[in-house]
């Protein structure tokens, strides 16, 4: 964290943006085109990508912070006065003083219209998210706050939508706050938490949004009792006795089998001698899968079959799938219920929750779209890119296709003017394939739903919605899409298609701007 | 970003901590523990693995923010009212009152002595590059703010001095505020540019650290001027127009070579006329090694040899490594000096420096090693771990040594009282081979450098130091490190070695927390 309160509002304020975003508004202004009305998307291209696994969907986070900032968005005499000594390389001033005084007068974001699919909305690649309209200079002023907001929050509720899936439910937590990137961790265990998570050790951050955080014990506090000659039992002991309702025992300081579990179970017998029901174990090491099973077996043997297990140490979705599934295929052995084992896990999630192992950013752009002159909106589009990545223009509505069983079957991107609903059959054309297509029948369809929302208008942001709010929007969502494509490893690839007006003009923009009449 | 400053506040201050530091605190206080003496050591494990290539030594950084940290750190009365109304699965109250008030009067790190590696240095796995001493309270208090502070920001330092190194010290910038963790791309782009990263693009940041950031323009300018009909070359005079003197045109949004270039060809000679010398032109996408052969080529051929061409687009050490060594092979070719073209190349690095891609988080760890009783140290230890996890006991020192060239050869890590300038023969034990080890003559070594420095006493910290000051440790440190342990792929192991003391120590207590005697 920056050293004072006035650095870091300058570390985060107007000046959190990159200095070509500063350069370029004054350009626009200097043009006269920075009252030129704009749109920009934002989308991103592809999902996350892990490696040995892959997402299929994304799921959003990080708007509310987003709209919070914009709020309060203004240059400060400090930040101008900044602006104003920054030179260029022969030394002369780079900002001129009317552009400063504007900059500090008329610069806000209430100009700009924010339409936006809400957080805690499952989206996928190539549709956009947000839909910034309004000048040009502010428009291109948001960028980077807008993906710096957006990207990575997203990134982590995706991650965290997959980690609950593998946990089957079970409670998770997230314990990322050590390895994250410092102050962003903040950002990143709200995510988490809109995504799936269930709890986060973060204390500041639970107590912002109203959750209880969660948390153990460190081997630091057995390390201690042992160091002083009182042994693990002690140390045990002492937190059975301050903590009696919330005993959960990390056991593998020691010797998990030899050490660590059956000092539990001591303790567990006197806490309920003592009218306390224990809450369970953490295994942080080792083979968790034969380690819970072990613990399990113990467990009931001693009477405490409803203790909860709680594994942790650089667990993510795939690792907690293969131990999971060893469960089930091993656990028989040792006369233990794999289902019932199962169900009684917990899942500590730290470092590979918070930094998205695998898959470290989401590549989400915020592109231009289009300017309006002349009475109309005009098109822009950049040639350089391959097929795949070439933009879609103009100005747009996204909407999310429910078949008759209520699954989301397709997202369609349409012109703005456009409204599918009012369609006896719809064309969904393939975003860049020029011959691929489907035709729909309205009537195969239960549903059409508008997913962009106006969430910043005239300097006013949409209220915003609770963390419990948020987890059941992300519910919703999740349980309207299909199984292949929420599966953990190479899902089935959503659609996200474009209307037949909109993959019309966005053929003649590529002709024109090539020089072409269309093909 | 949260909503209002005291709810940054609140997650920013004294609750910026994993939950169970404060529940084990508690205990501490009600064992009376709190103020027992103790050693944590801050250290990691694995040098950063990105696949591809890896790092052979990490560079510290972020320390500077910690202190600052550590000297503001109060509980506020919000604070405390908040952990008032914490309760456990029973709903009654965690916290009691006195451990709340003791918490509000007594608490600080005040009390606490740090040693650490100053930033900006060269260190190795397995090396404690932090040292806290002081009451075990505070000590574990200090867990999470400490992880959450440096391990990032040594991560990031790491890549961007491979990036730097891969770029052969021509310009790099750090791009990366788009894609980084919110607010956790300040810190870094500081630990960026501690780590040889030259300027960054974060215009916040850079003011605070007395740079200039730094930037060109983005595609959307050119799509605006596109847009309304007046194209590309209008765009880039607009821009020369505006800045004559810092003229870095973007020529990738049409097609570079048969419009990006000669449209900036045209700006050029028409700045020259006017008594500028342009910058240079930037490539965001394609083939970057054949694109900025071709650049090189139209530049020289029209008089413009001294323009620079700087790379972006999901650029880091192995890409660029690829494309120099490409351009090492085909320029020639195209009648284009290689090493005159990669000695005007710059690089604009965005996402994978500020998310380390590849190896998005450093195994730093804290972990208790000794606590005071009874008029001794007694050294903790946890067995669980695999030999090479199991931790060196004791407070301890860190040394370099030096060979004659110069060179570090090997890190020393000695028990505190120990000081190996005073011996004419050193073993270096290996930290977990019983049998491993070599002896070296004092007079084999040009030098024995103690490491940790008192940077945290009695509450004030050591004097922060500038970035240049920085830079130039991490420079020096890298030119006496060895091409090999340097290397961006498969790096050779640096040795970090024992004393032969804190082997034997290491070796007994290993023996008596198994309860065996030593073999």
């Given at each position: 964290m920056v050293m004072e309160p006035d650095q870091q509002a300058t570390a985060?304020?107007?000046?959190?943006?990159?200095f070509y975003q500063l350069t370029m508004a004054q350009l626009y202004y200097r043009e006269g085109l920075h009252q030129l009305p704009a749109r920009f998307d934002y989308f991103f291209r592809n999902y996350p990508d892990y490696g040995s696994h892959q997402a299929g969907y994304c799921l959003t986070a990080g708007l509310d912070w987003l709209l919070n900032y914009l709020e309060r968005y203004r240059f400060r005499d400090e930040d101008l006065a900044y602006l104003r000594s920054a030179t260029d390389s022969r030394g002369q001033r780079l900002f001129a003083e009317d552009f400063l005084q504007y900059l500090k007068e008329q610069v806000s974001f209430e100009a700009l219209t924010i339409r936006a699919v809400p957080e805690g909305r499952v989206v996928h690649a190539g549709a956009p998210i947000a839909v910034v309209e309004g000048p040009l200079m502010m428009a291109q002023l948001l960028e980077t706050a807008l993906l710096n907001h957006l990207n990575y929050p997203t990134l982590i509720a995706t991650k965290a939508s997959r980690v609950k899936q593998s946990a089957q439910g079970e409670v998770v937590i997230d314990f990322?706050?050590?390895?994250?990137?410092e102050r962003g961790v903040n950002a990143g265990a709200r995510a988490a938490l809109i995504g799936g998570?269930?709890?986060?050790?973060n204390t500041g951050l639970s107590y912002l949004l109203g959750l209880p955080p969660k948390g153990t014990h460190a081997h630091s506090l057995v390390q201690t009792f042992m160091a002083l000659g009182l042994g693990e039992l002690a140390a045990f002991r002492a937190y059975a006795a301050l903590y009696p309702d919330d005993c959960l025992l990390l056991v593998d300081t020691v010797d998990t089998l030899a050490s660590g579990l059956p000092n539990a179970l001591i303790v567990f017998e006197e806490l309920r001698r003592q009218g306390h029901e224990p809450i369970g174990v953490r295994l942080d090491s080792g083979d968790r899968a034969f380690l819970s099973i072990q613990a399990a077996k113990m467990l009931n043997e001693a009477g405490f079959a409803q203790a909860r297990i709680v594994l942790s140490g650089n667990l993510e979705e795939f690792a907690i799938w293969q131990i999971t599934t060893q469960i089930e295929s091993d656990a028989p052995a040792y006369g233990v219920d794999p289902q019932a084992l199962i169900r009684r896990l917990s899942y500590g999630v730290g470092t590979q929750l918070m930094v998205s192992g695998?898959?470290?950013?989401?590549?989400g752009v915020y592109k231009l779209v289009a300017v309006y002159e002349r009475g109309e909106w005009r098109p822009a589009i950049k040639l350089t890119e391959t097929p795949a990545k070439t933009i879609n223009p103009g100005n747009k509505a996204l909407w999310r296709l429910y078949d008759r069983r209520g699954k989301a079957t397709a997202d369609l991107v349409t012109l703005l003017d456009e409204d599918p609903r009012e369609l006896a059959r719809l064309t969904l054309h393939h975003p860049v394939e020029a011959n691929t297509y489907r035709n729909l029948a309205r009537a195969e369809l239960s549903g059409l739903e508008p997913l962009l929302q106006e969430v910043f208008v005239q300097g006013r942001r949409a209220p915003p919605a609770s963390i419990t709010e948020l987890r059941s929007r992300a519910e919703a969502d999740l349980a309207r899409l299909d199984a292949g494509v929420k599966r953990l490893i190479n899902p089935h690839i959503y659609h996200v298609s474009l209307s037949e007006r909109l993959w019309g003009l966005k053929q003649q923009l590529i002709a024109e701007a090539r020089g072409l009449r269309p093909a």
């Open positions: 985060e304020g107007a000046l959190f943006t990159d990322g706050m050590r390895r994250g990137q998570v269930d709890y986060s050790s695998g898959a470290a950013a989401l590549d």
